[in-house]
């Protein structure tokens, strides 16, 4: 299978990248970022997109894919809402447009995080933004589609986040990453990366997936 990714060049986005280039399931992966991620493998491209909005300006490279994994995102922190909603539900809207038009049988699965409010009717604009994402990838009428929701990440494979107080944190906790991962409702970049995967193989009824549905999506088989 074909599969677009967007946003590697974030913890999550990394994540699942390196889980489709390890995984003979997929053939090829095109990368959409706005800055190169420096990495050469047989089965990946690359496409730079400074402005997500522009998506019709890459047109040429989208067609022909079975699935977008969406990592693509920002903290809301320093934003306000018209700022957060041009970056979170505008240019993921703008992408979904073009990928509909050239792929509707392609399997669409977006990043969000847990505490999202699909109701769009909250107390909490990141989630209100979120939410609104969300409902219009869920509703774009895609072959599929999902809204992962993940919590507490632990990286793995050497992969960081770009965010610098997160990558101290993980520093602190490190010790006792094997017990975390014990948990259900901790996940990991690995399991992100095989549950997204495994989103093409065993479709789900359940759309909103919270780190435990995550967790049991990535061990399927």
Known sequence: MKVIIT??????????LLECLDNDLITQVLVVNRNTIGMDHPKLKEVLLTDFT???SIKSHLAGYDACFYCAGISVLG???EQYTRITYEMTKAFAD???????????????GT????????????AR????????????????????????????????????WYNAFYVVLRPFFSI????????????????????????????HLEN??????????
């Open 212 to 221: 435990p549905q995550i967790n049991e999506l990535a061990t399927k088989s």
């Open 129 to 164: 933004v979120k939410g609104k994402t969300e409902n219009m990838v869920l509703q774009k009428g895609f072959k599929d589609a999902y809204a992962f929701r993940p919590g507490a990440i632990i990286p793995e494979r050497g992969i960081k986040s770009r965010t610098g």
């Open 115 to 126: 505490g999202t409010d699909e109701t769009e009717k909250g107390g909490t604009m990141w």
């Open 79 to 81: 934003l306000n809402e």
């Open 180 to 207: 975390m991962k014990k948990s259900r409702n901790i996940t990991t970049t690995t399991k992100i990366g095989d549950a997204m995967i495994n989103s093409l193989r065993f479709p789900m009824t359940l759309k």
């Open 7 to 16: 946003g590697s060049s974030g913890m999550v986005g990394k994540g699942v």
């Open 54 to 56: 522009e998506a019709r």
């Open 98 to 112: 073009v990928l509909y038009e050239l792929n509707p049988n392609l399997v669409f699965n977006y990043v969000s």
